[in-house]
């Protein structure tokens, strides 16, 4: 079975600096790769996905993340952020040798960023 | 569009009592998945339901059911409810053969006391 760990609980920056939140996943094949965002009081949203091809992905909000294949990563970067990127961070993985598409999700990573 | 709706918003229970949460998937989604999420954690896949059965099952006991109607919303019932079943309850749709990726509803938060 899958996991996926993030090794950040809580993060607080100021802003214009820059983040880079890791994600750890184990599983030996073909995965997605997901970051969602939970701002306060509202859903889950995808930030960014990875199925295939570049492994540097642009989501929205100007945020980024890198798949390396060798190192079963997939780190979530943002180069200056801004008070509103305030949120917790969920990275997620659905192996693709299951019947349907289950998200294994990190336990997250709350930021806080200081106006 | 409306994108995936849940209800109730909030509900509190007993212990032993048993709970139905509903979920309305996203216009032109067919696959309903749900997750637990309890207080500071990610959220944790329970079942996935496809062409009206289960799909996929997490690490979930038996108390916890769900059911896919023709119309492609969903129930998520729980049995004899525990403390321990208190959390956020999030529904998530997603087009089958798609792109596998999935929409998240804005959950019910259930308290069992």
């Known amino acids: 079975a899958q996991s996926v760990s993030q090794h950040n609980h809580h993060v607080i920056l100021s802003e214009a600096a820059s983040l880079e939140l890791g994600c750890n996943y184990s599983?030996?094949?073909?995965?997605?790769l997901f970051w969602y965002v939970q701002y306060p009081g509202q859903h889950l949203q995808l930030l960014l996905k990875y199925f295939s091809g570049d492994p540097l992905v642009k989501g929205i909000k100007g945020f980024e993340a890198e798949f390396i294949k060798s190192k079963f990563s997939f780190n979530l970067r943002k180069p200056s952020v801004q008070w509103s990127d305030t949120a917790e961070y969920f990275c997620?993985?659905?192996?693709?040798?299951?019947?349907?598409?289950?998200?294994?999700f990190g336990g997250g990573t709350r930021l806080m960023v200081k106006p | 569009d409306a994108g995936v709706t849940q209800s109730p918003t909030h509900l509190i229970k007993t212990r032993g009592q048993q709970v139905t949460l509903r979920c309305s998937p996203k216009s032109g989604h067919d696959t309903v998945s749900w997750y637990q999420q309890a207080l500071g954690q990610g959220p944790q896949f329970i079942f996935q339901y496809y062409e009206e059965e289960e799909r996929q099952r997490g690490n979930f006991p038996d108390r916890f059911s769900g059911h896919q109607f023709p119309n492609y919303s969903s129930e998520l019932n729980v049995n004899a409810l525990l403390l321990g079943d208190s959390a956020l309850y999030l529904c998530?749709?997603?087009?089958?053969?798609?792109?596998?990726?999935?929409?998240f509803g804005p959950g019910t938060r259930l308290t069992v006391t």
């Open positions: 997620a993985v659905n192996a693709l040798n299951n019947a349907g598409n289950m998200l294994t």
């Open positions: 998530a749709s997603s087009p089958e053969g798609g792109s596998y990726e999935q929409y």
């Open positions: 599983y030996g094949g073909t995965v997605n």
